[in-house]
Each structure stands twice: as structure tokens, then as C-alpha cells.
């Protein structure tokens, strides 16, 4: 038996990355899947390759009528909901004074208002039953990043909205956490290394030498810290952020 059988669970942005990793692992471990990305294209092609029970659907995050209608179709095909993962974002990178307005709004929208609206939506559910799990994706950028204003305070923003949610719902058995990732080895961080025109392995290779474990992280790491968090061996857990960093935040308090 699983951890999750018998559980149906919703992870946005899963179709690549961090994301895709974390579905790969809810389905192992016994979940029904449903992949949420803005591509339902790609998102179905990654349903379908989890060998258990899961969909892929299409949905904006940042729009209310598209994530009610997200959710409605999980609870159909899946028959129910159990555990939502926050992972889908975006990143628009500049300094401040280049930063424009739609960049700092696209970045907002993704993550905060994504995050907002996928957790009112499946509340209803969690409340109805007395039961249910929400991991918000944030990063060790919320701690500040040269280039990222817009997604430091998405990220951090997260934190609080993951505690807040926590003191709201505990009540009704339902557990908030958040996890953290420092650098994971991805499309995401590959994209940055071309745009500061290194070479991706060199990027990886320095980035895995500036933390205490000498290595960069992959998306199985962050999944083994969101299954925990979303598992009953977590029930006394709420509120919190995990920091799956390879140690790299340990200086910065």
C-alpha cells in the first residue's frame, strides 16, 4: 500500500520541472494526479505518462472562472480532492528601475493571486470533509535576490499566506506548509544561465559548490519534502516553510 492511496491530488505548473517531479511521486506512492498547467497539451502528454490514475487540465491560474472549472473537473474524474500543491509560477527578471509594470503584475497574478484562488476553491472541498493538505511552492528568494523584486515578494508573500491559512483552517483538519527550494536543476534555471550567457553546467556546477552539500538539487528533492508535507505523518505539522537548500540559506539566518 501507499501513503496516498485512495487520495486524489492537484499540483499546478506540473507539466515539466518541479512539478512534473512532484506528480511522478504522488502517483508512486498510490494518488490520483491531476496535472494542472496553462498547456493542457503538455499537461495531458504528462498525465499520461504517471502509469496510475490522473488527468491533465488546462487552466489559468490567475483566473478565478478558469480554476473553478479546474477543480469542478477534478472532483468529476477523480472523485474527489484530497491534497493541492501551489507549485505553478512565473519569472520576469529585471533590477527595479528596468522592471516594468506588466512584469511585476504577471508575476503577482501566477503566484499570489494562483495560490489565493486554487486554495479558496478547494477549501470547500477540505471543509466539507474534514480533511485536507495545501503545500505552497515559495523559494529562498523570498529572503531577497538581486534582479527578482517582483518574485522575492511573491515568494515571501507565500510564506505568510501559508501561515494565515494555517491558523484559518487547522480547525477543520486541514494542514498548511510551505516548501522552499534553492537551486533546483531545471528548464526554469537553465533559462537563466543562457540569459547571463554561461554555460548551463558551469552554472550548476558553481551554484552546487555555494552551498554545504556540493550539489545542486533536482526536482526529487522538493518532492520528497512536498509528499511528506502532504502526507498524515505531517499532521502535526502546520504553518511552517521548509528550506530545501542543500544548507545555502544557513548564513543568511
Known amino acids: 500500500m501507499g501513503r496516498f ?3 486524489v491530488a492537484v499540483i499546478t505548473g506540473a507539466a515539466r520541472g518541479i512539478g512534473l517531479g512532484t506528480a511522478q511521486r504522488f502517483a508512486q506512492e498510490g494518488a490520483a494526479v491531476a496535472i494542472v498547467d496553462l498547456d493542457e497539451s503538455a499537461a495531458a502528454e504528462s498525465a499520461a505518462t504517471l502509469g496510475t490514475q490522473a488527468v491533465g487540465i488546462g487552466c489559468d491560474v490567475s483566473d478565478k472562472t478558469s480554476v473553478e472549472a479546474a477543480v469542478a473537473r477534478v472532483v ?5 480532492l484530497h491534497i493541492l500543491v501551489n507549485n505553478a509560477g512565473v519569472t520576469r527578471d529585471n ?3 528596468k522592471m516594468t509594470e506588466l512584469d511585476w ?3 503577482m497574478g501566477v503566484h499570489l493571486k494562483g495560490a489565493f484562488l ?3 476553491a478547494a477549501q470547500k472541498h477540505f471543509v466539507e470533509q474534514r480533511y485536507g493538505k495545501i503545500v505552497n511552492t515559495s523559494s529562498t528568494s523570498a529572503l531577497g535576490n538581486r534582479g527578482q523584486a517582483n518574485y522575492s515578494a511573491a515568494k515571501m ?8 491559512l494555517a491558523l484559518e483552517l487547522g ?18 534555471t537553465d533559462q537563466t544561465a543562457a ?14 559548490e555555494a552551498n554545504p552539500v556540493k550539489r545542486v538539487g533536482h526536482p526529487e528533492d522538493i518532492a520528497a519534502a512536498v509528499t511528506f508535507l502532504a502526507s498524515d505523518e505531517a499532521s502535526y505539522i502546520t504553518g511552517q516553510t521548509l528550506y530545501v537548500d542543500g544548507g545555502a540559506t544557513i548564513s543568511r539566518g
Open 105 to 107: 503584475d504577471l508575476v
Open 157 to 164: 508573500g507565500l510564506q505568510g499566506f501559508t501561515k494565515t
Open 76 to 80: 468529476e474524474e477523480l472523485g474527489g
Open 195 to 208: 540569459r547571463l550567457k554561461m554555460d548551463v553546467e558551469e552554472f550548476r556546477r558553481l551554484s552546487g
Open 171 to 188: 480547525a477543520f483538519g486541514v494542514n498548511v506548509n510551505a516548501v522552499a527550494p534553492g537551486f533546483i536543476a531545471t528548464d526554469m
Open 95 to 97: 533590477l527595479l528601475f
Open 5 to 7: 492511496d485512495g487520495r
Open 118 to 120: 486554487m486554495s479558496q
